[in-house]
């Protein structure tokens, strides 16, 4: 923005340009519309029908207004575009899109010209005066400008400030809306009610509750994309019901939603226990306008911990049960039920066409079975699709016949829901239903076509091979998608409907023979081994364990395009990964198991999904016993040690190093030694137990010069001048902060030799020199701010730093702004440092 200053202007009109926004009222818009003509091929009538397909997808009742083309002023022409325009200008004041569209339009159109407020029209014929201030019509100012008559004194414009450093993204987790979504507007307006009602001075609590598959997420998830402008900062979104292993269908652990919501929010570290998870989220979270969906919820103790504790926010729950517990909180309960007969009959008709309105009574019987629910009356829906010389009256007696196990969904004490995907099931072609089964008996809640293609091959050599296969694989998918049974959640990627889980699980077990269920077991698992491997070697390719290579002939990977789209697999499969630690465990295939813990690390190192870290390495190490494998449980030692030490439990981290030390010193793994010797320094450093730390960093450099290991020699410089640094040693801080700095710059290891840069920087301006300590510092917060470096944590505590080194100086004005600079990330980050930085700030 332009700031502007006169000494005098009298009779004049500052502008900084044509303003973007729309006239308060509706008159402008309907002024330029009766001047449009009746042409309804005229450019200014074209345009606004763009305009109204614009204002559509934000609202679609306003497809119901017709453009009124008449010229003059006829009652019922008039009254129409009344309505049109007062229409368009309220939804432009909510949707963004309208309003963008709406404003362009009035620029090119903007009707007959009006007089401002306060002033006479001129004569008609008449010319401006030479002191009038006049922009005709068709005139655009950019940039600053000034229309006066007379100015006296000086005009003084101000460039803009410079733009802040990029921030993280607004977390925008919330799932895509649906196509097809169709009616529900009843429920709509009630949420809407509930949330007019909400208090000033306490955060709000929805619950959303119903049966399975009768629509919550869907609803809940269209009313707050309809409501997104009300939560600028942000929308959260976490499944509490995501199954996790074969047979194991249970609540997410709070402790793992609020890492993840803390890690989105750019929480710099993340506390051990759940009481501390869920006070630091309450403390970043406070005064935010945040909207979080808590979906398929368990009980309220579930969900307490995830709550918010400002009155700024919105948090949403979905569950199958009311969750009265949550009352006592302040929750409202609104409950879902099925869809009304005539949305429903809409939704059958989707894939019924016209048989449905030939056979109303029929289809309002289907509707009835399929207790009004949108995921049964979806499915029956894809069977007059997949059917199409089948009559509605034919599947109602269908369904009312239908047979087979007692599903725990039922309605007025029928299982439709089991009936209904029986029926689905049954008319698919053999080669869906092969798939659908196998997919079923997977630990995985994602699938990708590379493991699809492994289930598909019977292994006796009856697949067809190469580009046939995958053909056959595509259409097999095509068809579970177009019977709403599979779900597209991504380019390549699928899952299921929980309940369509359940049903497929159960058909899998039922229907695969024991051979057949071990063979699709073991693709599943050697698919994740061989993609692991692959994303190793694109995020760690140091962390390869030489020997132990996948053998030719397993599974082919899912290709991973660089180190973005590796780590983002990681991520979406997690939970498919951790079920093949567990089911490996389970089914004795040990080395499998050791070695896929292994092969995630990139996971547990970039991501640090901590209780999966632990649980990972705790089947490992006992699964790398098992199988003799001592480079195995040396691995698993060392790397689980480090996810201890991350969670806080020293004692037993230094127990695994030590254990760790005493299996490598047994077989003569020089590196494995250091690894372990470096692990035991780094616990005592964090003790303060400066000689111990002393001692065993010194030792593991020892051990890695004498391998050659060069960027192991130099992580143990670093740590060796962060102990020299805690001990007050600058110089022999600074000594080996420099070795380490250039060694690292030599190896490519851009992160962690910004790191060491800027440790080195602060040595230096707390010591020997304080304008290089500074150089280096300003050196390093450039790299934390973009690039292959970019760190908020580390930029705030380079500015924190800086400000230590200004204050030094006596420059009080440029110690606070470097303060109030890194406080203000840290705000993000760690509370506790945004306290320190606040005390500092307070100071005189």
């Known amino acids: 923005m332009c700031a502007f200053s006169s000494d005098g202007l009298s009779d004049g009109l500052a502008d900084g340009g044509l303003a973007d926004g729309l006239p308060d009222g509706p ?29 559509a997808r934000a609202n679609p009742s306003v497809a119901r207004l017709r453009l009124p083309h008449t010229a003059g002023e006829q009652p019922a022409e008039a009254a129409l575009r009344r309505e049109l325009a007062q229409e368009l200008h309220a939804l432009a004041g909510r949707d963004a899109a309208t309003r963008q569209a709406l404003t362009e339009w009035l620029h090119r159109h903007p009707g007959p010209a009006r007089t401002p407020p306060g002033s006479a029209p001129s004569p008609p014929g ?32 101000h460039p803009p400030s410079p733009t802040p450093p990029p921030r993280l993204p607004v977390p925008r987790q919330l799932p895509p809306v649906t196509a097809r979504f169709i009616g529900r507007e009843a429920d709509r307006r009630a949420l809407d009610g509930v949330r007019a009602r909400r208090s000033a001075h306490a955060p709000q609590i929805l619950v959303v509750s119903g049966l399975a598959g009768v629509g919550k997420t869907a609803l809940v998830t269209h009313w707050l994309h309809e409501h997104a402008d009300s939560f600028p900062d942000g929308q959260f979104y976490a499944d509490l019901g995501g199954q996790t292993t074969v047979g194991d269908s249970g609540p997410v652990s709070p402790a793992a939603v609020l890492e993840a919501f803390l890690v989105a929010l750019g929480a710099a570290s993340v506390p051990t226990g759940i009481a501390q998870r869920s006070a630091l989220w309450r403390s970043m979270t406070s005064g935010l306008r945040l909207a979080v969906l808590l979906d398929s919820a368990f009980t309220a103790a579930q969900v307490r911990p995830l709550l918010l504790g400002t009155p700024t926010g919105l948090t949403v729950v979905t569950s199958r049960s009311n969750l009265t517990g949550l009352r006592v909180e302040g929750a409202s309960v609104h409950r879902l039920e099925g869809l009304p007969a005539e949305s429903a009959v809409e939704l059958l008709a989707v894939g019924g066409g016209t048989r449905v309105a030939r056979e109303p009574a029929a289809a309002r019987e289907v509707v009835r079975l399929c207790g ?65 089964r196998r997919m079923g008996l997977l630990p995985a809640d994602r699938h990708d076509v590379a493991l699809l293609n492994a289930l598909a091959d019977d292994g006796d050599g009856s697949c067809d091979p190469g580009q046939a296969a995958d053909i056959a694989v595509d259409i097999a998918v095509d068809v579970l998608i177009e019977s709403n ?33 071990e063979r699709a077991l073991r693709r599943f698992v050697d698919w994740c081994l061989s993609t692991a491997a692959s994303a190793e070697g694109i995020l760690t390719p140091s962390h390869r364990l030489p020997g132990h290579d996948l053998p030719a002939g397993t599974v082919p990977a899912t290709p991973l395009d660089g180190p973005e789209e590796a780590l983002a697999w990681l991520d979406t499969h997690r939970n498919g990964l951790m079920g093949a630690v567990r089911y490996s465990a389970q089914l004795g295939w040990h080395s499998s198991c050791w070695r896929l813990a292994d092969l995630i690390w990139p996971l547990f190192l970039r991501l640090r999904p901590s209780e999966m870290w632990l649980e990972a390495h705790r089947l490992g190490l006992e699964a790398a016993r098992r199988s003799g494998s001592r480079q195995g449980e040396g691995r698993m030692l060392t790397s689980g ?32 030694q250091a690894q372990a010797v470096s692990g035991l320094g780094h616990v005592s450093l964090l003790a303060h137990q400066l000689d111990d730390a002393r001692a065993h960093f010194e030792h593991a450099l020892r051990l890695r010069e004498a391998i050659g290991y060069r960027r192991g020699v130099a992580l143990s410089r670093r740590r060796l001048g ?39 920087g602060h040595v230096l301006d707390r010591g020997e020199d304080p304008d290089g300590g500074v150089r280096r510092l300003r050196e390093a917060l450039a790299r934390f701010r973009a690039g292959d470096a970019r760190s908020e944590h580390w930029e705030a505590r380079c500015l924190e730093w800086l400000g230590q080194a200004a204050e030094s100086r ?6 606070v702004r470097h303060y109030e600079a890194a406080r203000d990330l840290f705000r993000r980050l760690s509370p506790e440092d945004t306290q320190r930085l606040d005390a500092r700030l307070r100071r005189p």
């Open 27 to 55: 008159e402008a818009l309907l002024s330029a519309m009766a001047a449009c003509g009746a042409d309804p091929e005229s450019p200014a009538w074209r345009d606004l029908a763009r305009v109204m397909d614009t204002a």
């Open 126 to 157: 008449s010319t401006p005066s030479a002191t009038a201030n006049v922009i005709s019509g068709d005139s655009v100012l950019h940039g600053p400008s000034v229309q006066a008559r007379d100015i006296h004194g000086s005009i003084h414009f």
């Open 372 to 436: 009004h629910l949108p995921l049964a009356v979806a499915l029956a829906s894809a069977q007059l699709a997949l059917r199409p010389h089948c009559s509605v009256s034919t599947l109602a007696d269908s369904l009312s016949r239908g047979q087979g196990a007692v599903d725990t969904l039922r309605v007025d004490g029928e299982a439709v829901m089991r009936t209904a995907l029986d029926m689905s099931y049954a008319v698919l072609p053999d080669e869906s239903r092969a798939l659908y």
């Open 485 to 517: 049974l599979l779900e597209e959640t991504g380019p390549g990627t699928y899952r299921f409907h929980d309940l369509v889980q359940a049903h497929a699980r159960r058909l899998g077990e039922e229907l695969e023979d024991p051979d057949g269920r």
């Open 641 to 672: 040690a480090i996810g201890l030490r991350n969670a806080g439990r020293y004692p037993e981290a230094a127990d695994w190093y030590r254990q760790a030390l005493e299996l490598a010193t047994a077989d003569g793994d020089v590196r494995q």
């Open 722 to 760: 962060e102990t020299a640094l805690a001990g007050g040693d600058l110089t022999t801080a600074a000594g080996h902060l420099r070795r380490a700095v250039d060694e690292l710059d030599s190896l490519g290891e851009t992160y962690e030799a910004t790191r060491v840069l800027a440790l080195l």
């Open 810 to 815: 006596g420059d009080h004005a440029e110690s």
